[in-house]
């Protein structure tokens, strides 16, 4: 996703999150990789509620999906007060991390 703007308030959500699939049993199976935000403004700004998020998709058998890469280009983003996470998925209760997804960068620079 990208998104160019002279001006950006992120008070909701902007998501790009990994899909969590279920099977017919109700378990979750392999979960998708999170997509790739790409924020070009002059001003950034939001408050604390304002979220970005590329997080990998859950997974209770398989493996789980990997974080997006997020990136932020902004001649001002002081005014933004919120999160931007790129967390992998985690596998089923988090015990077998080997099967958990990996996070991405998420990267931030100044204009």
Do not use: C, H
Request: no cysteine; glycine share 26%.
């Amino acid at each position: 996703m990208k998104i160019k703007a002279g001006t950006l308030q992120v008070d909701g959500s902007i998501l790009a999150d990994g899909e969590s699939r279920t099977n017919p049993y109700g378990w979750l199976m392999a979960g998708g990789s999170g997509g790739g935000i790409r924020i070009e403004v002059g001003t950034l700004s939001g408050g604390i509620t304002g979220t970005i998020s590329a997080a990998g998709g859950a997974s209770t058998y398989g493996g789980a999906g990997g974080g997006g890469r997020i990136a932020i280009y902004s001649t001002d983003k002081t005014g933004f007060n919120g999160t931007a996470s790129s967390n992998g998925g985690l596998s089923g209760d988090g015990s077998a991390p080997s099967r958990n997804g990996g996070a991405a960068p998420v990267y931030f620079q100044i204009m």
